[in-house]
């Protein structure tokens, strides 16, 4: 046997082993999907691909092949992460808004390959995750320009579902129009009012008029159906995809810091990880003097540090209010365990609504 016909040899012999290898880590990247479907979590994860990337690329002592070893490693997940998505396209996602908001973009962000599932309120796209019609439910929590999403934190509080992650889209309005027309044959402008007022400098300095509408979708919507060729809507570039209008002028709102923080939201309870560094908590305190302040107290004196507390009436009693947190840290280690159990003693409720290893931005 010469020397090519021994390394063809070799060859088949390592792929009859990688075949095998193949299928079971695919079986494993199965068991990865279903542990994500239940637990609302994306298939994508950056970190984690990267920390898989760094530990095995450091196996292959070669110089010269480890390039090429980082490149096998990356074709092996983007394989998997597509067998992961065919995995999840019977995921349902809930969310609030019609075909073409942002809440709709968010989702498909995170769950790519899901069915996104529209709901016209936020009560009921989380009703519809309590009662198994939808996986998952992603909501806002806060804007960067109109604050606290309240209904959502309210949910959250008197709710069954879990926080498994929260996420940050940048908010960017464009001029949308039928195709064919032009900026100077444009009259009047549509959309909700936030996005008015936030692409406020734009429509002053073109003389647009503006007209208030209940959503930026429907605004889109609105638009491709009109027979007018003077009217443009603001609203998403997806909703102008949906719509098949064309992006005229693309990121028209005045500030580029406009950000909305959806959270995911699931009925599988949380799974203690040694890598959660974030937490979401609710805690109702005994309407007594001092007690607000000795919780506060209590989560500063284990080492924990919040990033958000907000107050919310709790419905119930005149001046009986609760409070939403959000922090840094694993409230599920040793530690965090004896801050609950301690922050439980000043007050009336105690609730762990999530725990998550970082913030993300789409």
Known sequence: MNLLENAR????????????????????????????????????DASREAQVIERNSAMVEDDTLRPFYVEF??????????????????????FCGVRGAFAESAAI??????TV???????DAYASVEKGECDVAVLPIENSFEGDVAPVLDLMFFGSLYAK??????????????????????????SHPQALGQCAKFIEDHGFIATEMSNTALAA??????????????????AGNLYGLTNLVPHINTSSANVTRFVVLSRAKDTPRSSDKKFI???????????????????????FNLSALKSRPTKELIRDYYFYAE???????????????????????????????????L
């Open 221 to 238: 919507k609105l638009v491709s159906e009109s027979s007018r060729c003077d009217i443009a809507a603001i609203a998403s570039e997806d």
């Open 9 to 44: 040899e070799r060859i088949n012999r390592i792929d009859a082993e990688m075949a095998k290898l193949f299928a079971e880590r695919m079986e494993a990247a199965r068991d990865v999907a279903e542990y994500k479907k239940q637990n609302g979590m994306p298939i994508f």
């Open 327 to 361: 922090g840094d840290g694993n409230i599920y280690g040793d530690v965090g365990v004896l801050m609950t159990k301690k922050l439980g003693e000043v007050c009336d409720s105690v609730k762990i609504i999530g725990s998550f290893e970082k913030e993300i931005k």
């Open 165 to 190: 992650g929260v996420y940050e889209l940048e908010v960017v309005q464009n001029l949308l129009v039928k195709p064919g027309t032009r900026l100077e044959d444009i009259k009047e402008v549509v």
């Open 117 to 123: 599932v529209p709901y016209p309120g936020f009560k």
């Open 109 to 114: 962000k995170i769950f790519d390959g899901s």
């Open 73 to 94: 490693l990356k074709n092996n997940m983007k394989v998997s992460k597509e067998y992961q998505r065919q995995l999840l396209i019977g995921m349902k996602v809930a």
């Open 281 to 303: 908590l609710c805690f109702d305190v005994k309407n007594e003097s001092g007690c607000l302040g000795k919780a506060l107290s209590i989560i500063g004196d284990y080492g």
